[in-house]
């Protein structure tokens, strides 16, 4: 299943960049992209595990970049 989710508040494409590789080593997910630009993230996943692997998202987002927040659409 594919999703797509807003990520707001990140400081620049290298941070884009390091999120996204830290986000496609979650377990569950694949073909993860994250935009700077348009400040989306898009992923496939199973649609079963798909809230377990938001909330997974999310920690890595803390843990990452602190100042930045998820937004479902």
């Known amino acids: ?3 797509k989710l807003k990520i707001k508040g990140i400081d620049c494409a290298n941070c884009a960049a390091k999120l996204e590789r830290e986000i496609q080593k979650i377990a569950g997910i694949e073909n993860a992209t994250l935009s700077f630009m ?3 993230l898009i992923f496939e996943c199973e ?3 798909r809230e ?3 909330e997974k998202v999310k920690k890595v987002i803390k843990k990452e970049e602190p100042d930045a ?4 659409n």
Do not use: D, G
């Open 1 to 3: 299943m594919k999703n």
């Open 38 to 40: 348009t400040e989306k």
């Open 47 to 49: 649609e079963e595990k």
């Open 52 to 54: 377990e692997i938001i």
């Open 69 to 72: 927040r998820l937004e479902e």
